[in-house]
């Protein structure tokens, strides 16, 4: 909702914020950042600084940019009604970081509120170059029409609940739109793990879609996408399991870079590994590469497990790829994200 002072977007009701520094220099900062405030506002008796909650609506950039993230995190915030907090106020602190976290995000907020996140699909394609599967792939239109690509969108949803509507968002948009494909290949669904508190409700309105439409659960191929480090395995194998009881299958993507490593392949047993597009693009100069394709590749096949090839943006990579072994291929080479109905699958 809009600030009534400053018509910039916030996500609380509380006329003013007591903030508690955690050290001397992020006050110092704090009110250098604020000059023009007059009184009430200021250094309080009761120890906390007070400030109009249209500051942070307006100046959210500036403090980001001023505070450190350990500043942000350990300085407390408490919203209030009057100038002074209660001790019911006091008992709902929080940190700074999730107020400007909230604000950051509150545009993506009002994507999701008007229905602005939609779902493109790009092709994966066998040895021969039939099509075999389409991932879907998140997008977003925001209310002047602009397209909004998944970083972006991703990087608003700091906080843990924006991430998971987020998250819960595209699952559905993915879903709904892959009934549109004319063919009946498997679909390639993204998920991310942290999102998913509980495997037994965050998935449901999810799972209840693919029923509805009467997909079949044997095409289905949850994906998973994951910028951070995999540390909670416990929660991991609950998904996979609920996954794997509804009959759908697994892929771990981006392997060969980051934290999806052989290790992270032993433990989950997914279906599909999808090479990472920099390690694939690499491996046609580049021996070491090679070989590292060559052997994830072989390890896969012993156990059981399909490879998908992403980056391959021409023919000399596919040729090259598809030499080394690689069941499936992904990439603008062979196809680009389109909207379900512009693409001839």
């Given amino acids: 909702?809009?600030?009534?002072?400053c018509a910039s977007p916030t996500i609380t009701l509380a006329e003013h914020i007591v903030v508690y520094p955690a050290e001397q220099h992020t006050e110092l900062k704090l009110l250098d950042l604020s000059p023009g405030l007059n009184a009430p506002f200021g250094r309080q008796d009761y120890g906390g600084l007070l400030f109009p909650t249209h500051f942070f609506c307006e100046n959210h950039n500036r403090v980001d940019a001023e505070l450190t993230p350990p500043q942000l995190a350990d300085t407390v915030i408490v919203d209030i009604a009057g100038t002074s907090p209660s001790p019911a106020e006091v008992a709902r602190a929080r940190p700074l970081l999730t107020l400007i976290n909230e604000i950051r995000g509150q545009w993506l907020v009002d994507l999701l509120d008007h229905g602005g996140l939609y779902s493109v699909a790009q092709p994966i394609v066998d040895r021969a170059g039939n099509r075999f599967a389409h991932e879907m792939l998140m997008r977003g239109m925001d209310a002047h029409g602009n397209a909004v690509m998944p970083d972006r969108m991703l990087e608003a949803a700091a906080t843990t609940a924006l991430r998971a509507r987020l998250d819960q968002a595209a699952r559905l948009a993915?879903?709904?739109?892959?009934?549109?494909?004319?063919?009946k290949g498997c679909i390639f669904i993204n998920f991310l793990p942290s999102s998913v508190y509980d495997p037994d409700f965050s998935l449901d309105e999810t799972l209840a879609a693919i029923r509805t439409l009467d997909i079949?659960?044997?095409r289905i191929v949850f994906e998973v996408v994951e910028t951070d480090e995999i540390t909670d395995f416990e929660l991991l194998d609950a998904i996979f399991g609920r996954f794997r009881r509804e009959g759908f299958a697994?892929?771990?993507?981006?392997?060969?870079?980051?934290?999806?490593n052989i290790e992270t392949v032993i433990r989950l047993r997914p279906e599909y590994i999808k090479l990472d597009k920099m390690?694939?693009?690499?491996?046609?100069?580049?021996?070491?590469k090679s070989q590292f394709v060559l052997e994830t590749v072989s390890i896969a096949q012993l156990n059981g497990i399909k490879t998908i090839a992403e980056g391959v943006e021409n023919q000399r990579t596919l040729d090259h790829i598809r030499k080394l072994g690689c069941d499936y291929f992904q990439g603008y080479h062979l196809g680009r994200p389109k909207p379900v109905g512009t693409t001839s699958a």
Avoid: H, K
Wanted: some cysteine; glycine content about 8%; overall charge negative.
């Fill in 250 to 260: 697994i892929a771990l993507d981006d392997f060969g870079t980051g934290f999806n």
């Fill in 174 to 183: 993915a879903v709904t739109n892959s009934a549109r494909i004319p063919d």
């Fill in 279 to 288: 390690l694939v693009m690499g491996a046609v100069d580049d021996t070491m």
């Fill in 1 to 5: 909702m809009p600030c009534a002072l």
């Fill in 216 to 218: 079949d659960p044997a």
